[in-house]
């Protein structure tokens, strides 16, 4: 069979990351977890988890399981499982997600989709800015 060295990944290990340093613009399209830590500018999609490290700058439509925030986005996520933004994250957008988690210190200006499992047709949609207070 040609190509026999070509794998199929299990899609709950980490598939790969992308460096800071890097500029990338397109679709990114990852069966498993994904970190990027770069600029970004493009669509994003992952069936696991996608990472945006404290580094990274992501202009983006993000379709995954799971994201977690910590540098800076500005988009639209669609998370079927949780969304998180760290502590030193800034993010502005539109998040829909049955779950998130704002970190004390973390930065967020935009509207909020709060999908249940069974009500998705009716999110119940939260605007929200936070900024951390000053210590």
């Known amino acids: 069979?040609?190509?026999?060295?070509?794998?199929?990944?299990?899609?709950?290990?980490?598939?790969?990351?992308?460096?800071?340093?890097?500029?990338?613009?397109?679709?990114?399209?990852?069966?498993?977890?994904?970190?990027?830590?770069?600029d970004f500018k493009g669509e994003s999609i992952s069936a696991e988890t996608l990472v945006l490290a404290e580094k990274s700058v992501v202009s983006s439509?993000?379709?995954?399981?799971?994201?977690?925030?910590?540098?800076?986005?500005?988009?639209?996520?669609?998370?079927?499982?949780?969304?998180?933004?760290k502590t030193k994250a800034?993010?502005?957008g539109e998040i829909h997600t049955p779950c998130l988690i704002i970190e004390p210190g973390a930065i967020f200006d935009g509207h909020v989709h709060m999908l249940s499992a069974t009500q998705s047709a009716k999110p119940i949609t939260i605007p929200v800015r936070s900024m951390a207070a000053s210590a």
């Open 1 to 38: 069979m040609p190509f026999s060295w070509l794998k199929k990944t299990d899609p709950t290990e980490w598939n790969g990351f992308i460096e800071h340093g890097v500029r990338i613009e397109g679709k990114l399209d990852a069966p498993g977890t994904f970190r990027i830590d770069c």
């Open 90 to 92: 800034i993010v502005t």
């Open 61 to 85: 439509q993000i379709r995954a399981n799971y994201v977690i925030l910590a540098g800076r986005f500005d988009g639209t996520i669609e998370a079927k499982g949780k969304v998180e933004i």
